[in-house]
């Protein structure tokens, strides 16, 4: 079973500009969770999709907005980028038939803003 | 309330030794802690994991305390291996469909 794809891997970009990135979660999973990783905050919660619906939002501007397609493939969207965007954005999807909700995550896209 | 504290921030071990990494929490309505692994270049991934009915839960040299009346929970590494070495972070999650709530991680490197 493919793991979580996350797209693109490293980028690079400038204040002001904006920023899109994807995430493709395990065949079946139809949560989709984004986190933004930095070394001094740890893991902070974005916003979490399910069945192409915001279920849950975590403490981060407006800038920052996500979306989920009938696939389950999801994309985050940074607007205005500022130098503290400067972070690993990290996926993570998540089966919904019972059990503990498991997040199996990718390996982030590492977005620099110079 | 929200919050989930974790200490601690980075730790040397020797090789053979025990690493132990602890986490505290406010929120009562927690019910499910699990802890993740994060290699360098790599997303986390669940290591092991606990609810708060049982008070300890032991998984190969993996071992989960948790003691629900100081709202803590600590994670023991017996016989620590330098493949151990990584950034490992506690959660905890209010209930299924709620977002987890991640600790700052701690930096393990066990020394050979």
């Known amino acids: 079973k493919a793991g979580v794809t996350q797209t693109p891997r490293y980028l690079i970009k400038t204040r002001g500009q904006q920023v899109t990135l994807s995430c493709s979660p395990i065949?079946?999973?139809?949560?989709v969770s984004w986190y933004q990783q930095t070394p001094g905050q740890g893991l902070q919660f974005l916003f979490e999709?399910?069945?192409?619906?915001?279920?849950n939002k975590g403490n981060f501007p407006g800038r920052f907005s996500g979306r989920q397609f009938s696939n389950s493939r999801s994309e985050m969207n940074v607007s205005t980028l500022e130098l503290g965007d400067s972070a690993l954005y990290l996926c993570?999807?998540?089966?919904?038939?019972?059990?503990?909700?498991?997040?199996?995550f990718g390996e982030g896209s590492r977005l620099t803003v110079l | 309330q929200q919050q989930v504290k974790q200490s601690p921030q980075s730790l040397i071990v020797q090789k053979g030794g025990i690493s132990i990494i602890n986490c505290a929490y406010e929120?009562?309505?927690?019910?499910?802690f699990p802890w993740y692994q994060q290699f360098p270049g790599k997303g986390p991934a669940l290591l092991i994991a606990?609810?708060?009915?049982?008070s300890e839960k032991k998984e190969g040299r993996f071992t989960i305390s948790f003691n629900k009346s100081a709202k803590q929970f600590s994670l023991h590494i017996m016989d620590s291996q330098p493949g151990d070495s990584a950034t490992y972070f506690c959660?905890?999650?209010?209930?299924?469909?709620?977002?987890?709530?991640f600790g700052p991680g701690t930096r393990l490197s066990v020394l050979p």
């Open positions: 993570a999807s998540s089966g919904i038939n019972g059990g503990t909700g498991e997040l199996f």
């Open positions: 929120n009562t309505a927690f019910d499910y």
């Open positions: 065949s079946g999973h139809r949560s």
């Open positions: 999709y399910f069945s192409e619906t915001q279920r």
């Open positions: 959660a905890a999650r209010r209930d299924y469909g709620q977002n987890f709530v």
């Open positions: 606990i609810r708060p009915d049982v």
